[in-house]
């Protein structure tokens, strides 16, 4: 019993290094968030399907690839990696960056690259997803196209985050109207992470 405690102690510290070391990554998103995405996909089943939209330099996706460290499951990752807009850098290509920050992880990462909306028309109907993660380009009409597209694959219960909900107004307003109708349920808000479930 103490064996197995002590045992359960030192993973709990370990994972949090991890957690730490991934935080050093470029991107912008929170240590705070990254413990969100890293919870959810620890908390998925084997054989569940993880899709995010909008990947920069693979810091979320490393957050979220961590929590299914022990799982056998479907992580694609959706972005051109050129970042059009949005970025203070301006267009540039980040795969390079973004392969190599995953590294650790490549064995259970599906690097799609392209628009999220190209993706969708090849995406199998079939293929219903268990958590899906949007931080995209956070334009309305973009915000939106992703939840006409994508929403409707993901499980009844299946988690739905958006990122940049706090501070991107065509963010906001999007998951707002998606609240309105029905759609998602409310779960909470971690940083600018907007947490629901499909209704």
Not at 95 to 122: A, C, M, Q
Not at 159 to 178: N, Q, S, T, W
């Amino acid at each position: 019993m103490i064996k197995e405690i002590k045992d359960r102690f030192k993973k709990f510290i370990f994972q949090g290094k991890v957690l730490k070391e991934i935080d050093r990554l470029e991107g912008h998103f929170g240590l705070n968030e990254g413990h969100l995405v890293f919870n959810i996909a620890k908390s998925l089943k084997d054989n569940s399907v993880i899709v995010e939209i909008g990947a920069f330099k693979g810091k979320s996706t490393c957050f979220i690839a961590e929590g299914l460290r022990a799982k056998n499951c479907n992580f694609y990752t959706i972005d051109t990696w050129f970042n059009d807009g949005g970025v203070a850098e301006g267009r540039q290509d980040v795969f390079s960056d973004f392969l190599k920050n995953i590294g650790p992880y490549k064995d259970k990462i599906v690097p799609l690259r392209g628009f999220s909306y190209e993706v969708r028309k090849t995406w199998q109907e079939d293929r219903k997803i268990d958590f899906l993660w949007i931080d995209g380009n956070h334009s309305y009409k973009d915000v939106t196209q992703d939840i006409k597209d994508w929403l409707p694959l993901v499980k009844k219960n299946g988690f739905v985050c958006f990122h940049d909900y706090r501070d991107e107004p065509d963010v906001k307003k999007a998951v707002d109207e998606l609240i309105a109708n029905r759609t998602i349920r409310f779960i909470k808000t971690e940083g600018c992470i907007y947490m629901a479930k499909r209704n």
